[in-house]
Each structure stands twice: as structure tokens, then as C-alpha cells.
């Protein structure tokens, strides 16, 4: 289990980083904490032939907010984020998510922006920027363009970057008031990738429940008018339409019921928080 | 922008256990293997090598992480701590040490250089750290001998008696 050779390139910006990407096409890797991509190099499921670190770019660390968006750099390590002053006002949400993104251990180094680009469709930072549809920014030399969420996770560990296009940052909306978050997962052990995760949003006029684990990439649900006497039916059927299959850790059933207690557990949180 | 070449061995400087240390690696040597066959330092352990069992964990400056998961060039000029630095000297171990001794926290010891350096590390950021908050931390390893009760005893009186240092210093 050791990586197969590479040129190591250690940029000290994100421009650096896209000239050695516009220079070597699909045999480069970007390398940021490593927590998604050093397994893949140690698995050998991945063999680039050039890692490009950006972890000592100065312009990749920078969280950024404003009245509508926050916005977080390729270099901002999830630690950083969870430490972010006012996280918890600015992005419930993400602040509910992030503990349990891996371990105290992996999100010391890993990015926010590497776990996207990874798009484990388990994971809860894609979850939860599919949630709150938030935008990717990818860039392609001195070119950007911006993507959905929605439109950048394509299946599982497949996203719409293109080989010679890095993420430059992810852009997560800041929520209206008198929105209301829950998250809540089932996994085999605290800090695994979920079996089942759940993210809701509960405004007064709309109703949110994103799932994760189940289907190739997040799926998410609206409803504008949401009468709880009918939320067991209506997370009922959401649990059918979803893509439930069986492997190794979890049968097609299991996750359906999954689907059915965690969306009720996130949705009254998320009740509970609104009020 | 530094480049290194695949096929040669770079330099890689680092402060481990707080004295400057030096030694060669290739861009795809792990600093778990790095620290191991390069630098001889055998305490940390390598499991799984995908980041999951926890055994080869270290802190790199400052916080603890895998070092299965961070190549050695990568934490050139870095601050290194391992199970080897945690006792204050020969003859002595620490309060963690200790209270793992003293609850069999151990029994192969294979996962515990890892779990020593996470709680050391949690215990020193937090000195007053709940047992919630030193679950939620052992949660990222893995032992197969102790069933984690004994761990958890051992890193509940540590905190304990670090806490009463405090005070009563």
C-alpha cells in the first residue's frame, strides 16, 4: 500500500497551480489535505504522474462572508472552517454538519474543497452544499466559471470538473432568517462516511430534505406546502423514489428505513431550530 | 514553485520531538515510512495505511493527523511530535502513560502509540476535555484487544489529574 511515483510540485498560489494543470492535462492530481486523495494514491486507484500541493498557496486559505454568500478557498482545512467565528450563525447548517466530517484527526488536514471535489456520495459536506445550493468555482488557467452543485456532482466520485480544471473555492448561500437546520446521520462508527445522512431546511413557506448515501449523488426534495399529519407518507415515498441498493454495509431496506427516521429526526430539529 | 523529481531523494528537514532532525525521501515516501526507515523513529505504528485504524498518528504542528495520509515532502520544515516525545524522560512516563499502564489500557499495544499521541494532544488543547469530548476523539482509531473501556478509564483519571495539576499549581 505505497503510492506509485510522482513529481511533487509545491505551489505557492492557485496560479501556480493551474499552469502546472494547464501543463500536464489528466496527469496531475491536486493535492490539498490529502484525506480523500492519499488513500486513492496508497489504494493505487489513483497513479498521476505530477501531485500539484496547494496547501502553501496564501491565496487558497481565505474564508470569506458577506450578506449573501460564504465563500471558503481550495486551502481551507475543515478544522479551520469549524473554527470560523460565528460559523454557527452565519451556516447553521455547515456548523451542524462539519463534526461529523471524519475524524478530529483527518479534518485537522483535509480541505472542504477537496471533499468536494472527491464527491463521496456519503460525504457531508457535498450533502450539505447540494442542501443549500451552493456553487463550485472552478477555474481553468485565468478562466472561472461556476457551477451549481446540482450540476457539478454528476455520480459517485464523478463531478463536472474537468482534468484541467481546478476548484478554486465553494460558495454556500447564507440562509434567510427564520430558517431552520437539522442534520443527522447513521454510520458503522462515529466519523465514518455515512450509511444514511439527512440535511433539512424548514422556512415558513418551504420545506427541504436532502439525503445522502443512498443515491450516487445527493438527492434533494421540496415541498412548498408540508402538512405533518402526512410527513410519514411523504418521507415513505421519498424513501422508495431513492435508489436504495444493498452492499456491504447496509441492506436496500435498512436504508429506506434509514431514509424514513433520519428525514423525520432532521426535520423536527430543523422545526425545533425555526422556532 | 519547488518541483521534485519522482525518482530522486530530496532532502526533507523537520523538528521531531523538538530536535532538528534530517533525511532523504522520494515524492511518494510516507512520513509514517519516512519517520520509521528514514529517521529510525520505530514508535509509530502503520495499519491500514488508508487512514481508517489510527495507529500511525502523530501531531504535525501542533495537531494530531495521519501520518498514512501526509507524505513526508509535504511536512518539510514541519514540527513533528510522536510517541516517542510524550515521556519526560527515561525513567519516567507521563501522567497519560501512566493511567494507561495503571487500566490495562493496552494489551498488544499495536493501535496505542496512535491513541497516546490523539489524547496527548487533546488533553493538552483541552485540559478540562469531558468524556464525551475523549470518545468523540478515540472514535478515529481502532483497537482490537481492549474493547475501549479500559482506554477511555485511563484517559478519564488522566484528564482528571492533569486538571488537579492545574489547579493546584
Known amino acids: 500500500m505505497k503510492p506509485a511515483p510522482f513529481d511533487y510540485v509545491r505551489c505557492d498560489s492557485l496560479e501556480e497551480a493551474a499552469e502546472v494543470i494547464a501543463q500536464h492535462g489528466d496527469a496531475v492530481r491536486v493535492l490539498a489535505g490529502g484525506q480523500s486523495l492519499m488513500p486513492m494514491l496508497n489504494m493505487r486507484l489513483s497513479r498521476p504522474s505530477v501531485l500539484a500541493d496547494i496547501m502553501q498557496a496564501g491565496d487558497a486559505r481565505q474564508i470569506t462572508a458577506d450578506k449573501a454568500t460564504l465563500r471558503i478557498g481550495a486551502g481551507v482545512r475543515q478544522t479551520a472552517l469549524s473554527a470560523y467565528p460565528d460559523l454557527c450563525k452565519i451556516n447553521p447548517l455547515l456548523a451542524r454538519a462539519l463534526p461529523w466530517v471524519g475524524h478530529t484527526q483527518t479534518r485537522a488536514r483535509g480541505t472542504v474543497c477537496g471533499s468536494v471535489a472527491h464527491a463521496d456520495p456519503s460525504a457531508e459536506i457535498p450533502l450539505t452544499l447540494a442542501a443549500l445550493d451552493g456553487t463550485v ?17 454528476l455520480g459517485m466520485m464523478l463531478t463536472d470538473k474537468a482534468d484541467d480544471e481546478i476548484i478554486e473555492a465553494v460558495e454556500f448561500p447564507i440562509l434567510s432568517e427564520g430558517t431552520g ?19 433539512a431546511l424548514v422556512s415558513p413557506d418551504r420545506v427541504r430534505l436532502a439525503v445522502g448515501g443512498v443515491n450516487d449523488t445527493p438527492v434533494i426534495r421540496d415541498w412548498d406546502a408540508f ?10 415515498a421519498l424513501a422508495w423514489s431513492l435508489d436504495a441498493r444493498e452492499d456491504l454495509h447496509a441492506s436496500a431496506r435498512y436504508r429506506r428505513d434509514l431514509v424514513r427516521s433520519l428525514g423525520a429526526k432532521a426535520l423536527q430539529e430543523a422545526r425545533t431550530c425555526a422556532a | 514553485m519547488r518541483r521534485l523529481n519522482a525518482d530522486q531523494r530530496h532532502k ?17 515516501l510516507l512520513l509514517s ?12 505504528h502503520v495499519g491500514c495505511e488508508h487512514g481508517v485504524c489510527g495507529a500511525c498518528t502523530v501531531r504535525i504542528d501542533g495537531m494530531m493527523a495521519r501520518s498514512c495520509l501526509t507524505l513526508a515532502v509535504q511536512v518539510d520544515g514541519a514540527v513533528i511530535d510522536t510517541v516517542e516525545g510524550l515521556a519526560p524522560d527515561a525513567e519516567r512516563l507521563s501522567v497519560l502513560q501512566s493511567a494507561f499502564r495503571k487500566h490495562h489500557a493496552l494489551q498488544c499495544g499495536f493501535c496505542t502509540a496512535g491513541i497516546l499521541m490523539s489524547l496527548d494532544t ?10 464525551h469530548q475523549i470518545r468523540d476523539v478515540l472514535s478515529g482509531h481502532l483497537c482490537r484487544c481492549t474493547g475501549y473501556h479500559t482506554i477511555l478509564n485511563a484517559a478519564i ?13
Do not use: W
Open chain 2, 122 to 131: 487533546l488533553l493538552r488543547d483541552t485540559p478540562d476535555a469531558d468524556e
Open chain 2, 33 to 44: 515510512d519516512f519517520l520509521r526507515h528514514e529517521l529510525a523513529a520505530t514508535g509509530t
Open chain 1, 227 to 236: 402538512d405533518p399529519a402526512e410527513e410519514s407518507d411523504a418521507l415513505n
Open chain 2, 157 to 169: 483519571e488522566a484528564a482528571a489529574t492533569l486538571k488537579k495539576d492545574i489547579q493546584d499549581a
Open chain 1, 181 to 199: 437546520v437539522g442534520f443527522c446521520e447513521v454510520g458503522r462508527r462515529k466519523g465514518d462516511f455515512a450509511i444514511v445522512a439527512c440535511a
Open chain 1, 137 to 153: 468555482i472552478l477555474r481553468r488557467g485565468g478562466k472561472r466559471r461556476r457551477v451549481t452543485a446540482s450540476d457539478f456532482f
Open chain 2, 12 to 28: 526533507i528537514g523537520m523538528t521531531l520531538n523538538g530536535r532538528p532532525v534530517e533525511g532523504y525521501a522520494v515524492p511518494r
